[in-house]
């Protein structure tokens, strides 16, 4: 008798196969960039492109991530307990995108061509938003200060924008996987 999976233990898998890529690619990145580019001002995350996938997939529960990626990014560099705080809340803030992405409707973010690769940008636009807002609320820098928080990771823009633009190719990658589940029993017959 074959055994299916319940809808609950599909998301569960499904997140936290997600979370284990977050936290795999995120150690990767740091640990490059500490071995090649030690002196380098600059970052490079995929918290947001990730983060992006997950909202597109389960809404809400891409929360989970937006922190994670925060906490993982503190982990490995080796970071403060305030820088904790920056990163795991600030990444938060990307939430603020998932009402738009909810009122515009996700299919029509999917195939939109240009807000299936705004919305993405837009997520890293609030995570940067809320680090450098958290980060002053902490008095970890001045209002001049928050600017770093753009600059410095600027270049995750460009990795957002090219993962997501290929992941939009992949059948089921960016959708919502209620959506994407009954397409495909549908195309079973």
């Not at 803030?93 to 999917?110: D, I, M, Q, T």
Request: glycine share 8%; aromatic share 14%.
């Amino acid at each position: 008798m074959k055994r299916q999976r319940t809808w609950q233990q599909y998301r569960a898998i499904d997140l936290a196969l997600m979370a284990v890529m977050l936290a795999v690619f995120e150690y990767l990145i740091i640990a490059a960039a500490r071995f090649w580019f030690p002196d380098q001002l600059y970052t490079v995350s995929l918290a947001a492109a990730l983060t992006s996938i997950v909202y597109m997939r389960w809404g809400w529960w891409g929360a989970i991530h937006a922190a994670e990626a925060g906490l993982i990014f503190c982990v490995f560099s080796g970071g403060t307990g305030e820088q904790y705080i920056i990163y795991c809340v600030g990444n938060l803030f990307s939430l603020l995108a998932v009402p738009l992405l909810l009122k515009l409707g996700k299919e029509k973010v999917r195939t939109g061509s240009n807000l299936s690769l705004v919305f993405p940008l837009l997520v890293q636009l609030l995570m940067h938003v809320g680090r450098a807002v958290v980060a002053l609320i902490c008095g970890a820098v001045k209002p001049v200060g928050m600017v770093d928080f753009f600059t410095m990771d600027s270049l995750s823009y460009i990795f957002t924008f090219v993962i997501i633009w290929i992941a939009r190719k992949l059948d089921g990658v960016y959708e919502d996987q209620k959506h994407y589940l009954l397409r495909i029993h549908e195309e079973e017959g």
